[in-house]
């Protein structure tokens, strides 16, 4: 099984900035698109950016000039830098990767468990 871990959630003032990290350990073959996604209380899980092996990006109108995706093949990582935080960006965000596991030809879904990100004076 391939596990997917976040990191670097947490409160933050609006204005403000984080990182968020995801690292993924497994028999990873290849990586396809890595993206991100957030759900607030009461709302369905929106996409807010994805990055594709060839590194296009897509971002969600909502976070278009604040956040960047980035992704590091080598490591297996996928970051998400978010600046100029919104008390509406609060949720919890989700990293997820399409992959091929190694000797296989199938590609597959993986979701990290979630990170929280609140935003608040």
């Known amino acids: 099984q391939v596990q997917l871990v976040e990191s670097g959630g947490g409160l933050v003032q609006p204005g403000g900035s984080l990182r968020l990290s995801c690292a993924a350990s497994?028999?990873?073959?290849?990586?396809?698109?890595m993206a991100w996604y957030r759900q607030a209380p009461g709302k369905q899980r929106e996409t807010v950016a994805l990055?594709?092996?060839?590194?296009?990006?897509n971002y969600a109108d909502s976070v278009k000039g604040r956040f960047t995706i980035s992704r590091a093949n080598a490591k297996n990582t996928v970051d998400l830098q978010m600046n100029s935080l919104k008390p509406e960006d609060t949720a919890v965000y989700y990293c997820?990767?399409?992959?091929?596991?190694?000797?296989?030809?199938?590609?597959?879904?993986?979701w990290g468990q979630g990170t929280q990100v609140t935003v608040s004076s």
């Open positions: 990055i594709t092996s060839g590194s296009s990006t």
């Open positions: 497994g028999a990873i073959g290849e990586i396809y698109t």
């Open positions: 997820t990767m399409k992959v091929r596991m190694i000797l296989m030809s199938t590609l597959n879904d993986y």
